[in-house]
């Protein structure tokens, strides 16, 4: 079936430096979509890229689809304690298919 | 607007018993989803119901089904329960299906002894 891979698994960054996490796909997508999920929490709906190369900012996280629609990523700028947790991306290849979610990077913030 | 809910939080099975999972949806979604998450393999895609219907099936055996009901709240099923079906059992509901923001519950602690 469809994988995406999802790197780096686990980052750990002092607070203030940045952070990035990559998502990838052998196949064209019609959709990706970002999550994140705290510690004991549920996954929490970030953000929903559609078109190629499109670029979104929120805050501080700035999300990119690549110009193939096979890769995407979510770059943290200056991070913080708050942003602790798990990011997962999700794939979608064409309408009524499932999403299918990245392993997740693992991120880890160092006062 | 109430979030997505399930029920029950935390649920200790012995191998060979059945679980049924319950799940809530945002009011006004039609589409549930519901996804297998442990520490080795991610979040796995179980199957969706749109309207009552199963629009897509992940790559479970047959132990794993659900249904959706006409109110859109949808249960699962999982029997004759082995160690490994041991995992957090998360619920989603979007408007449209994936082409839409999932909304996740709380999940399910699931335990096989």
């Known amino acids: 079936g469809q994988q995406v891979m999802q790197i780096p698994q686990y980052q750990h960054v002092q607070e203030g430096e940045d952070f990035t996490t990559y998502c990838n796909s052998s196949?064209?997508?019609?959709?990706i979509q970002w999550y994140k999920q705290r510690p004991g929490g549920h996954p929490v709906f970030l953000i929903q890229?559609?078109?190629?190369?499109e670029v979104k900012k929120q805050k501080r996280l700035t999300f990119q689809f690549g110009e193939a629609k096979k890769n995407s990523s979510l770059h943290i700028t200056a991070t913080q304690t708050t942003d602790v947790g798990t990011y997962f991306c999700a794939a979608q290849i064409s309408g009524n298919t499932p999403l299918v979610f990245g392993k997740g990077t693992r991120l880890s913030v160092i006062a | 607007k109430a979030g997505v809910t399930q029920t029950p939080r935390y649920l200790i099975k012995t191998r060979g018993q059945q679980v049924t999972l319950s799940c809530s949806p945002i009011?006004?979604?039609?589409?549930v989803s519901w996804y297998q998450q442990t520490p080795g393999q991610g979040l796995q895609f179980l199957f969706e119901y749109f309207s009552e219907t199963q629009r897509n099936k992940g790559n479970f055996p047959g132990r794993f089904s659900g249904r959706q009901f006409s109110n859109s709240r949808s249960e699962m099923n999982v029997s004759t329960l082995e160690l490994g079906d041991s995992a957090l059992y998360l619920c989603?509901?979007?408007?449209?299906?994936?082409?839409?923001?999932?909304?996740f519950g709380n999940g399910t602690r699931l335990t096989v002894t």
């Open positions: 196949t064209t997508l019609s959709n």
């Open positions: 009011s006004g979604h039609r589409s």
């Open positions: 890229l559609v078109k190629s190369g």
């Open positions: 989603a509901s979007s408007l449209l299906g994936s082409d839409s923001p999932l909304h």
